[in-house]
């Protein structure tokens, strides 16, 4: 088989780069998207140095010119887009009385759009080749979370957006999964404990604390379930979402 291609929305830092490095690790060449291209080479020279292949590419995923050039260099770079994991996502944290138009419009571009943009960029490569992966990056905040009115909408869209793709893609080979991670130790849950004027070991160590397996998680625990899902054993698992969260959510 030759080597299959992955793209990587968000994988500058967090859940997206160590998404990225496990695909690497599992054999794909990665493009590794990013707001600006200068902000996914730290990514690529992580998996370059592990004898992986990589390309860092700049685009605003919520911009569909972007998003296809990105695509196409891609594709230039490596060949046709197999995997294709949306995890590109911002915050803009409010009460809903105090949200304006643009914390709305923002989360939902990156999120929803982003999502839809490039799942439909990359679709027509994976269903010449007969074999498509495309993993989307939900929440647990999907289920509600106050002060994310916005956050918590794009990532239940996200999940509805998942399974309608399982059954329009399924007959060509790709399948469509979703992840909803609980708490993640990342730059944007540290910026949440910020918003909410608590330490973030404080805000780990209380999260932690209601947590069954009594820890926060990381990004390489999601990074793993995107590889197997990525994988050829996960070809009969279609149009799921997948709480990673260390037990059952209240």
Request: with cysteine; aromatic share 6%.
């Amino acid at each position: 088989m030759s080597q299959r291609v992955a793209i990587v929305t968000g994988a500058a830092r967090g859940i997206g780069a160590a998404a990225a490095r496990r695909l690497a690790a599992s054999g794909h060449a990665v493009g590794v998207v990013d707001l600006t291209e200068d902000g996914g080479r730290e990514t690529v020279e992580a998996i370059t140095a592990a004898g992986g292949k990589a390309v860092a590419v700049g685009a605003d995923v919520s911009d569909p010119a972007q998003v296809d050039a990105a695509v196409k260099r891609v594709v230039a770079e490596f060949g046709p887009v197999a995997v294709l994991v949306n995890n590109a996502g911002v915050l803009r944290d409010n009460l809903l009385f105090k949200m304006t138009d643009d914390d709305w419009d923002t989360v939902m571009g990156v999120h929803l759009k982003g999502a839809f943009l490039m799942s439909r960029a990359c679709q027509s490569h994976m269903v010449e080749q007969r074999f498509g992966r495309i993993v989307n990056l939900s929440s647990s905040s999907a289920l509600g979370n106050r002060g994310q009115a916005n956050y918590s909408a794009a990532k239940a869209g996200l999940q509805g957006f998942t399974k309608t793709l399982a059954i329009e893609l399924g007959q060509f080979g790709v399948t469509a999964n979703a992840i909803a991670p609980g708490f993640i130790a990342t730059e944007m849950t540290a910026a949440t404990a910020a918003r909410m004027g608590v330490d973030f070991e404080e805000f780990q160590k209380a999260s932690a604390a209601r947590i069954p397996v009594r820890r926060v998680g990381t990004p390489d625990d999601i990074g793993a379930l995107v590889a197997f899902l990525a994988g050829d054993d996960a070809g009969f698992i279609s149009g799921q979402v997948i709480y990673v969260a260390g037990g059952p959510l209240d």
